[in-house]
T-cell receptor, first 110, second 115 residues
Framework: GQNIDQPTEMTATEGAIVQINCTYQTSGFNGLFWYQQHAGEAPTFLSY????GLEEKGRFSSFLSRSKGYSYLLLKELQMKDSASYLC???????????FGAGTQVVVTP | GAGVSQSPRYKVAKRGQDVALRCDPISGHVSLFWYQQALGQGPEFLTYFQNEAQLDKSGLPSDRFFAERPEGSVSTLKIQRTQQEDSAVYLC?????????????FGEGSRLTVL
């Protein structure tokens, strides 16, 4: 079966760094996505990894190790607006069909 | 608008009623997806259209759920004889691609509450 695990909640201080881990066991692998979702809003795309290594986009970076079934999202210089749920999603055998984790609620405190 | 538009944003239904949820994808996007998101959970795949063809409906939870996209643009998700367990946010997403890389663009969802 499919299994995507990420922590339920993380708290960090404004200006700090937070790392959200995601482990996955899926029948196939064609890429891993990170989405941000504020309460009551649409998930918005943050990053995509299909090859091993680190992808950096401004304050956000995402890492992938396919052999370990592991990814992390790194948020640097945290801002209050970064308080949201962060969703890890894997594209397995079927194009487009993303399998999502339950999401990690990040709370940024002053 | 420039994004994926869904209506209604909020729907309250009595158990047993039928509901219809509409999705207007981004213009020109050939791929369209429906997801169901329960409170505090990640989105769960329901079904996938490529133009008007429904290529995957493996995630539809029962035969009470039906989706269509007759002209390859607007899509409707219909739920018959709603049950309390159908209460969730129903997200629509679209993509200009049918293969390769590329993210999905999500709408804000339709929140269904079944009493």
């Amino acid at each position: 079966g499919q299994n995507i695990d990420q922590p339920t909640e993380m708290t960090a201080t404004e200006g700090a760094i937070v790392q959200i881990n995601c482990t996955y066991q899926t029948s196939g692998f064609n890429g891993l996505f990170w989405y941000q979702q504020h309460a009551g809003e649409a998930p918005t795309f943050l990053s995509y990894n299909v090859l091993d290594g680190l992808e950096e986009k401004g304050r956000f970076s995402s890492f992938l190790s396919r052999s370990k079934g592991y990814s992390y999202l790194l948020l640097k210089e945290l801002q209050m607006k970064d308080s949201a749920s962060y969703l890890c999603a894997v594209r397995d055998d079927s194009w487009g069909k993303l399998q999502f984790g339950a999401g990690t609620q990040v709370v940024v405190t002053p | 608008g420039a994004g994926v538009s869904q209506s209604p944003r909020y729907k309250v239904a009595k158990r047993g009623q039928d509901v219809a949820l509409r999705c207007d994808p981004i213009s020109g996007h050939v791929s369209l997806f429906w997801y169901q998101q329960a409170l505090g959970q990640g989105p769960e795949f329901l079904t996938y259209f490529q133009n008007e063809a429904q290529l995957d409906k493996s995630g539809l939870p029962s035969d009470r759920f039906f989706a269509e996209r007759p002209e390859g643009s607007v899509s409707t998700l219909k739920i018959q004889r709603t049950q309390q367990e159908d209460s969730a946010v129903y997200l629509c997403a679209s993509s200009p691609r049918t293969q390769g890389t590329g993210e999905l663009f999500f709408g804000e969802g339709s929140r269904l509450t079944v009493l």
